[in-house]
T-cell receptor, first 117, second 117 residues
Framework: ETGVTQTPRHLVMGMTNKKSLKCEQH?????MYWYKQSAKKPLELMFV???????ENNSVPSRFSPECPNSSHLFLHLHTLQPEDSALYLC????????????????FGPGTRLTVL | AQKVTQAQTEISVVEKEDVTLDCVYE???????LFWYKQPPSGELVFLIR??????QNEISGRYSWNFQKSTSSFNFTITASQVVDSAVYFC??????????????FGTGTRLKVLA
């Protein structure tokens, strides 16, 4: 496969469930990102990883827990979510490293449509 | 504060019409980058263009063209002779340098373009 892939594409979960979203990039990139996309709101950056190290956490509730075991894989572990967490969760990757002088281009996966009942 | 405004929530045109999507941004940075992404119904954001703040030359790529006007803080996107396949949500984004050395994208709320046959 090429590009950025995300699984599952759709997920329905109850508030007491625990689930994980998976992202994999086949582009040889060094940075990976999680975004939340809610209806009629701008994309919200949640987490940034550079070379498997978390470099940014934008005040995301602890019920979202990211994990980056290597530069190709990124997970978002979910537990005790709320209905307002229902959204499209997008993963992205980019070539660059923290400290690069140029913002590099992010390439996005197709997203996981999450519904919390 | 950095901000991206896409005032047009939804635009409908008839096939073969030209259409311009507006993007206005605010930033205090002197060096910044602007992006356009397309989000088709499948969900993934597709990168279209990146433009740096020092390059005000307009760019044309096939039926797509971009007009960067630093004086008015605008980065508008025109599709010439629109086609049904152009139907999507289009996002404008601004890159922002972070203290961590990484860059953060600030996205607009998107413009939904519907091209009718």
């Amino acid at each position: 496969e090429t590009g950025v892939t995300q699984t599952p594409r759709h997920l329905v979960m109850g508030m007491t469930n625990k689930k994980s979203l998976k992202c994999e990039q086949h582009l040889g990139h060094n940075a990976m990102y999680w975004y939340k996309q809610s209806a009629k709101k701008p994309l919200e950056l949640m987490f940034v990883y550079s070379l498997e190290e978390r470099v940014e956490n934008n005040s995301v509730p602890s019920r979202f827990s990211p994990e980056c075991p290597n530069s190709s894989h990124l997970f978002l572990h979910l537990h005790t979510l709320q209905p307002e967490d229902s959204a499209l969760y997008l993963c992205a990757s980019s070539p660059g490293l923290a400290g690069d002088t140029l913002p590099d281009t992010q390439y996005f996966g197709p997203g996981t449509r999450l519904t919390v009942l | 504060a950095q901000k991206v405004t896409q005032a047009q929530t939804e635009i409908s045109v008839v096939e073969k019409e030209d259409v311009t999507l507006d993007c206005v941004y605010e930033t205090r940075d002197t060096t910044y980058y602007l992006f356009w992404y397309k989000q088709p119904p499948s969900g993934e954001l597709v990168f279209l263009i990146r433009r740096n703040s020092f390059d005000e030359q307009n760019e044309i790529s096939g039926r797509y063209s971009w007009n960067f006007q630093k004086s008015t803080s605008s980065f508008n996107f025109t599709i010439t002779a629109s086609q049904v396949v152009d139907s999507a949500v289009y996002f404008c984004a601004l890159s922002e340098a972070r203290a961590s050395g990484t860059y953060k994208y600030i996205f607009g709320t998107g413009t939904r373009l519907k091209v009718l046959a």
